[in-house]
């Protein structure tokens, strides 16, 4: 029996040491794996195409480079398609391959349950598009974000909606998701502690939803000559394309929902003029150059979230090296936050919470180039 007693304490060390082993990659293959999580699929999918296509490009040169520290990253892809409950799973099946960090969410609906996995998993994740506060303002050691935050861009939008529109009467429409409400509610909160402009209408649609007439027919009845709307491309051109077709001019603005060609495809001429806050124009820095003609040499035009999602690749690939390849997330996230990188956008540093120190913004306006196409344009 003692002999039987001690077999199975070794048995249990060597399944204890395999798994530790497999955990830590050094057991199943000589790669490193990092995921990438979004909406691959659904109404949102063009979002997921810009995290993928960013990533993609930065792990294909970073490997024909030689990888990091002679191992090749590799990609292992989760589709949460906007949706919370199958964010978690992704997240989930993330673990299971072992990955040592991810590039995603997109949805901050879904990055906050998701990243509450990884960080209980002791994985690094950086977000290159959720924008809501509380990703990272419940200071998760491993958890980040490469862009900007949604109050910043509340404040931003509502002060341009002052200073620069002067509406006489404003409507504050979301979509009752995080990130919509969120961004709708920062702006809406400006407009009102700020410049005392408090909105005639505030409402909330579904997302999914097609038909707006009846709020539209509400907010010509209001006299609205600003739209504000918080929430994504889809049902912002749907608003948008109905509120033309019945007549109501009002201007039209929303967040970064917008940036993606497919706003314009789905709006029509109903897009031109719609106004967007987004980030300073990242194609146009010296440092993204010869990666951004790169997506171009591909016929990739780099919109949206693609070189935040290429930047956020750069921030996991130099904490790795910066580590000697720790797999744990909060000892690279101590790392990010203790070290300046370089990136395609220039030196970056990150603070305590995982927000970059400095964002910079800018406003958008669509406008048509030729034929039926439209393309966004930075104001300034």
């Given at each position: 029996?003692?002999?039987?007693?001690?077999?199975?304490?070794?048995?249990?060390?060597?399944?204890?040491?395999?798994?530790?082993?497999?955990?830590?990659?050094?057991?199943?293959?000589?790669?490193?794996?990092?995921?990438?999580?979004?909406?691959?699929?659904?109404?949102?999918?063009?979002?997921?195409?810009?995290?993928?296509?960013?990533?993609?490009?930065?792990?294909?040169?970073?490997?024909?480079?030689?990888?990091?520290?002679?191992?090749?990253?590799?990609?292992?892809?989760?589709?949460?398609?906007?949706?919370?409950?199958?964010?978690?799973?992704?997240?989930?099946?993330?673990?299971?391959?072992?990955?040592?960090?991810?590039?995603?969410?997109?949805?901050?609906?879904?990055?906050?349950?998701?990243?509450?996995?990884?960080?209980?998993?002791?994985?690094?994740?950086?977000?290159?598009?959720?924008?809501?506060?509380?990703?990272?303002?419940?200071?998760?050691?491993?958890?980040?974000?490469?862009?900007?935050?949604?109050?910043?861009?509340?404040?931003?939008?509502?002060?341009?909606?002052?200073?620069?529109?002067?509406?006489?009467?404003?409507?504050?429409?979301?979509?009752?998701?995080?990130?919509?409400?969120?961004?709708?509610?920062?702006?809406?909160?400006?407009?009102?502690?700020?410049?005392?402009?408090?909105?005639?209408?505030?409402?909330?649609?579904?997302?999914?939803?097609?038909?707006?007439?009846?709020?539209?027919?509400?907010?010509?009845?209001?006299?609205?000559?600003?739209?504000?709307?918080?929430?994504?491309?889809?049902e912002a051109a749907l608003i948008v394309r109905q509120a033309r077709e019945q007549g109501l001019d009002a201007t039209f603005m929303s967040g970064d929902g917008?940036?993606?060609?497919?706003?314009?495809?789905?709006?029509?001429?109903?897009?031109?003029?719609?106004?967007?806050?987004?980030?300073?124009?990242?194609?146009?820095l010296p440092e993204a150059k010869a990666v951004v003609e790169e997506f171009r040499s591909r016929g990739w035009e780099p919109e949206g979230w693609v070189l935040?999602?290429?930047?956020?690749?750069?921030?996991?690939?130099?904490?790795?090296?910066?580590?000697?390849?720790?797999?744990?997330?909060?000892?690279?996230?101590?790392?990010?936050?203790?070290?300046?990188?370089?990136?395609?956008?220039?030196?970056?540093?990150?603070?305590?919470?995982?927000?970059?120190?400095?964002?910079?913004?800018?406003?958008?306006?669509?406008?048509?180039?030729?034929?039926?196409?439209?393309?966004?344009?930075?104001?300034?």
């Amino acid at each position: 029996m003692k002999r039987m007693h001690w077999l199975l304490i070794a048995a249990a060390v060597i399944v204890v040491a395999v798994v530790v082993l497999t955990r830590t990659g050094e057991v199943d293959d000589n790669t490193i794996k990092i995921g990438i999580a979004g909406p691959i699929t659904g109404a949102y999918a063009k979002f997921g195409e810009q995290l993928v296509r960013g990533t993609t490009v930065f792990v294909e040169r970073i490997n024909a480079a030689g990888g990091i520290q002679g191992r090749k990253l590799e990609i292992v892809q989760g589709d949460d398609a906007c949706e919370a409950k199958q964010a978690r799973a992704v997240a989930n099946r993330m673990v299971d391959a072992g990955v040592y960090a991810v590039i995603g969410h997109f949805c901050s609906s879904s990055t906050i349950p998701a990243s509450e996995v990884y960080s209980e998993n002791d994985i690094l994740m950086i977000t290159p598009a959720s924008t809501n506060p509380r990703v990272t303002d419940r200071g998760l050691p491993g958890i980040f974000r490469a862009c900007f935050r949604d109050d910043q861009q509340g404040n931003f939008a509502g002060d341009y909606i002052a200073n620069e529109l002067k509406p006489k009467a404003v409507a504050i429409i979301h979509d009752k998701d995080t990130y919509g409400q969120g961004l709708a509610d920062a702006t809406r909160a400006r407009l009102i502690e700020k410049h005392g402009i408090r909105d005639v209408l505030y409402e909330g649609i579904t997302r999914g939803d097609k038909d707006f007439n009846s709020l539209i027919t509400k907010m010509k009845g209001l006299g609205v000559d600003v739209i504000y709307f918080g929430g994504l491309h889809t049902e912002a051109a749907l608003i948008v394309r109905q509120a033309r077709e019945q007549g109501l001019d009002a201007t039209f603005m929303s967040g970064d929902g917008l940036v993606t060609a497919e706003f314009a495809q789905l709006a029509g001429t109903a897009a031109d003029g719609v106004l967007m806050t987004f980030a300073a124009d990242p194609t146009r820095l010296p440092e993204a150059k010869a990666v951004v003609e790169e997506f171009r040499s591909r016929g990739w035009e780099p919109e949206g979230w693609v070189l935040y999602s290429y930047l956020a690749a750069q921030v996991v690939a130099a904490a790795l090296e910066g580590t000697e390849l720790s797999h744990s997330g909060s000892e690279l996230g101590q790392y990010i936050k203790t070290h300046t990188i370089d990136t395609i956008m220039g030196p970056q540093e990150w603070d305590e919470k995982g927000d970059p120190k400095a964002a910079s913004l800018a406003v958008y306006r669509w406008e048509p180039t030729g034929g039926d196409s439209y393309t966004y344009v930075q104001l300034q």
